[in-house]
């Protein structure tokens, strides 16, 4: 039997968070040396990796992060629950999000390429992938501007890390009320800020759309622009975050409580894992 003890098992094992027989394994080949035990189980995970490059990643966190005049929103996915909840992966999770945002990434390829220590993130991730023994990809990275920033990171489930993440980037001084807005588009999912930053061509897509079922729907000629420019403001409440009821009050737009709180928002980003 090789040379080595219970306590470097448990060293080993600590330190990588692997299995008891695939540890012991190494440490056996390894002759009881435990830096080439480590280097063994290692390059096991790294095979495994190029392995799991094709399974999806549907599961995983968000994690956000100031920095100054800028924040950052990250989604670090991997494949099970189990893992999305384990100390190890939440602890990456907050390992890349300090590189990603220390760096002022604001793209994915940017933020693997960011050094992480003495490597880089893409180097850490797939590190850290080979130990938990399934696919792990940084999927999204956001930067945002802002004189203040309101963060709101939404737990779906208790026992994982969280699932849905907001940055809203605002001026202004009332904290709540910007960190209420935040939880607000966290449940209704805006896709722009404002009427006016909708795609012209999704606006006059969506025209169609809703002028052919009014017409299928043998509404009178005469009504037609009125229900059209109506559905066409349903749209607007769908996709524009100041047009939509206001999550706490629907009597409210979200422009009005923005208003009344002397808020203006710049910009935000929402991300959910898996979406």
């Known amino acids: 039997m090789a040379d080595f003890s219970l306590e470097d098992l448990k060293t080993l094992r600590e330190r990588l968070g692997t299995g008891m027989v695939e540890t012991k394994n190494a440490l056996v080949e390894a002759g009881g040396d435990l830096e080439k035990a480590t280097e063994l189980l290692r390059l096991k995970g790294a095979k495994g990796n190029a392995k799991r490059a094709d399974r999806s990643t549907?599961?995983?966190?968000?994690?956000?992060?100031?920095?100054?005049?800028?924040?950052?929103?990250?989604?670090l996915a991997c494949e099970t629950d189990f893992v999305a909840k384990s100390a190890k992966f939440v602890t990456l999770g907050n390992n890349v999000l300090e590189a990603v945002a220390t760096a002022g990434a604001s793209t994915v390829e940017e933020a693997l390429a960011a050094p992480a220590g003495s490597q880089s993130v893409a180097e850490l991730i797939?590190?850290?992938?080979?130990?938990?023994?399934?696919k792990v990809?940084?999927?999204?990275?956001?930067?945002?501007?802002?004189?203040?920033?309101?963060?709101?990171?939404?737990?779906?489930?208790?026992?994982?890390?969280?699932?849905?993440?907001?940055?809203?980037?605002?001026?202004?001084?009332?904290?709540?009320?910007?960190?209420?807005?935040?939880?607000?588009?966290?449940?209704?999912?805006?896709?722009?800020?404002?009427?006016?930053?909708?795609?012209?061509?999704?606006?006059?897509?969506?025209?169609?759309?809703?002028?052919?079922?009014?017409?299928?729907?043998?509404?009178?000629?005469?009504?037609?622009?009125?229900?059209?420019?109506?559905?066409?403001?349903?749209?607007?409440?769908?996709?524009?975050?100041?047009?939509?009821?206001?999550?706490?009050?629907?009597?409210?737009?979200?422009?009005?409580?923005?208003?009344?709180?002397?808020?203006?928002?710049?910009e935000f980003v929402r991300f959910k894992v898996g979406a």
């Not at 797939?126 to 399934?134: D, H, Q, R, S, V």
């Not at 299928?216 to 420019?229: D, N, R, T, V």
């Open 58 to 75: 549907s599961e995983g966190l968000v994690a956000a992060r100031e920095n100054g005049a800028t924040a950052t929103l990250i989604e």
């Open 126 to 134: 797939g590190g850290e992938a080979a130990i938990l023994g399934e």
């Open 137 to 266: 990809e940084l999927r999204r990275v956001a930067l945002i501007s802002g004189e203040k920033f309101a963060i709101y990171l939404h737990k779906t489930n208790k026992d994982l890390p969280p699932q849905v993440g907001v940055i809203v980037g605002y001026s202004g001084d009332d904290a709540d009320t910007a960190r209420s807005v935040a939880q607000h588009i966290s449940f209704a999912d805006p896709q722009y800020l404002s009427r006016e930053d909708v795609p012209t061509a999704d606006v006059e897509n969506e025209r169609r759309i809703v002028e052919e079922i009014s017409r299928g729907e043998g509404k009178p000629e005469a009504a037609l622009p009125k229900i059209i420019e109506g559905r066409l403001t349903a749209f607007m409440k769908q996709v524009a975050l100041l047009e939509q009821d206001y999550a706490k009050d629907n009597k409210l737009s979200v422009a009005k409580v923005l208003s009344d709180a002397g808020l203006t928002v710049s």
